[in-house]
Nanobody, 127 residues
């Protein structure tokens, strides 16, 4: 069992920066692919970034060059540094982990239903 808890959301003006974090607890969680997703009210949940256990990363086209995903195995944390924020980045941001073995981490941005563990989300608002 893995527990994921997000933090660090908030409100910022367009062009600003925010960092959201996810604290993971539970056995062997750092073996897993971890990811950030986001969802607007009434919208579908979409993949933002994935990172595998070796640090391999994949980003959605909409955030490439602006967002950076990282993980710290010792601290058991997953971070998302968001720069040059736009109003369209406004959403609830969710941390997720654990994929079945037949799904690659790099191909997991669209595999929302395959992730086994989810956090409760943290709100990011850009105005």
């Amino acid at each position: 069992q893995v527990q994921l808890v997000e933090s660090g959301g908030g409100s910022v003006q367009a062009g600003g920066s925010l960092r959201v974090s996810c604290a993971a607890s539970g056995s062997t969680h750092m073996r897993y692919c971890m990811a950030w997703f986001r969802q607007t009210p009434g919208g579908e949940r979409e993949g933002v970034a994935t990172i595998d256990s070796q640090g391999g990363k994949k980003y959605a086209d909409s955030v490439k060059g602006r967002f950076t995903v990282s993980r710290d195995h010792a601290q058991a944390t997953l971070d998302l540094e968001m720069n040059s924020l736009k109003p369209e980045d406004t959403a609830m941001y969710y941390c997720a982990a654990d994929l079945p073995p037949w799904v690659t981490c790099s191909g997991a941005l669209a595999r929302i239903a395959d992730f086994g563990w989810w956090g409760q989300g943290t709100q990011v608002t850009v105005s």
